[in-house]
Nanobody, 119 residues
Framework: QVQLVESGGGLVQPGGSLRLSCAAS????????MGWYRQALGKQRELVAN???????TYTDSVKGRFVISRDIAKKTVHLQMNSLRPEDTAVYYC?????????????WGQGTQVTVSS
């Protein structure tokens, strides 16, 4: 059974930094894509940053220059370094991976980790 486990959320003051991590476990044959989404209270879930199949990298405009996504495919981990945090970055952050499990390709989600930016 595949699981994605996130860590690193918490409360931080505006201008501060946090690093989120996500580790996948289970019988994973291949990784097509890895990334982070977030969902603020009362809003739709949105893409924050991701690696896509073929090596492409995407950031949503509001985090460009502040957030950095990184990965270690061998360790099946993806990280999100968040700098210069703003109150509007407050949300539940979800890790997601597009994985090949046996002969099936499927998208998996972590349980979410709360990030709160407040003074």
């Amino acid at each position: 059974q595949v699981q994605l486990v996130e860590s690193g959320g918490g409360l931080v003051q505006p201008g501060g930094s946090l690093r989120l991590s996500c580790a996948a476990s289970g019988n994973i044959f291949s990784i097509y894509a890895m990334g982070w989404y977030r969902q603020a209270l009362g809003k739709q879930r949105e893409l924050v940053a991701n690696f896509v199949d073929g090596g492409g990298l995407t950031y949503t405009d509001s985090v460009k220059g502040r957030f950095v996504i990184s990965r270690d495919i061998a360790k099946k981990t993806v990280h999100l370094q968040m700098n210069s945090l703003r109150p509007e970055d407050t949300a539940v952050y979800y890790c997601t991976m597009d994985l090949l499990i046996g002969i099936s390709r499927k998208i998996f989600w972590g349980q979410g980790t709360q990030v709160t930016v407040s003074s």
